[in-house]
């Protein structure tokens, strides 16, 4: 069966420091990948996806960057975090082609101080 | 400019009642819809998808309704329990750009014994 690990489960990160979320998907092939991020009392804003291996698509213009090393691996990166990072951020995959329902990971919760 | 409204006030109900849950968007075309469910703190549950050419989808004691005329989604939850009190997340794929999902602010969904 398909699981999704998503890491770490929370984090505290001063302003101006460095980011680096993991996602990793078991148990498929050429998943779609998506990094979404959902503020205190907010919807769910999609950041990034990804159809393949190196194929990445921003949706919001900041200072947030994404990256797919492996067919699996989903990657969110900041270089100097802001105070507007905050949130909790979700990593999901589907299937690729017809669609289907996503499924999230655990997320993580990110404060930057 | 393109919306997903979801009621922002929690809808309150009394168990073994039938909730309806309610998705409005604007200038959108969507070629599906889905809804989801979420807990505090967790990562949202695919729950159904719903696609353009479909007038309902039923699930157990789940049923969405689809009018594309309406712009209009809505979600029932029959013989409702405590332990579906949750936030319900509407969210769909327009036809231009299929591959990702965009959300709504979702309802909070509160079943009293």
Redesign the interface.
């Known amino acids: 069966s398909q699981t999704i690990h998503q890491w770490p489960a929370t984090l505290v990160q001063p302003v101006g420091s460095p980011l680096s979320l993991e996602c990793t998907v078991e148990g498929t092939s050429n998943p779609n990948l998506y990094w979404y991020r959902q503020a205190a009392g907010r919807g769910l804003q999609l950041l990034f996806y990804s159809v393949g291996i190196g194929q990445i698509s921003s949706e919001v213009p900041q200072n947030l960057s994404a990256s797919r090393p492996q067919d699996r691996q989903f990657i969110l990166s900041s270089k100097k975090l802001l105070l507007s990072d905050s949130g909790f951020y979700l990593c999901a995959w589907r299937p690729s082609g017809d669609p289907y329902g996503y499924t999230f990971g655990s997320g993580t919760r990110l404060t930057v101080v | 400019s393109q919306k997903i409204e979801q009621n922002s006030e929690a809808l309150n109900i009394q168990e073994g009642k039938t909730a309806t849950l309610t998705c409005n968007y604007t200038n959108y075309s969507p ?2 819809l ?1 809804w ?1 469910r979420q807990d505090p ?7 159904l ?1 719903i ?1 353009e050419n479909e007038k309902e989808k039923r699930k157990e004691r789940l049923k969405v309704t689809f009018d594309t005329t309406l712009k209009q989604s809505l979600f029932h939850i029959t013989a409702s329990q405590p332990a579906d009190s949750a936030t319900y ?1 509407c ?1 769909l ?1 327009n036809h231009t750009g ?9 309802t909070r969904l509160l079943v009293s014994p």
């Open positions: 070629a599906y889905q989801y703190g967790r990562g949202p549950v695919f729950l998808l696609r997340l969210a794929a299929f591959q990702k999902l965009v959300f709504g602010t979702g």
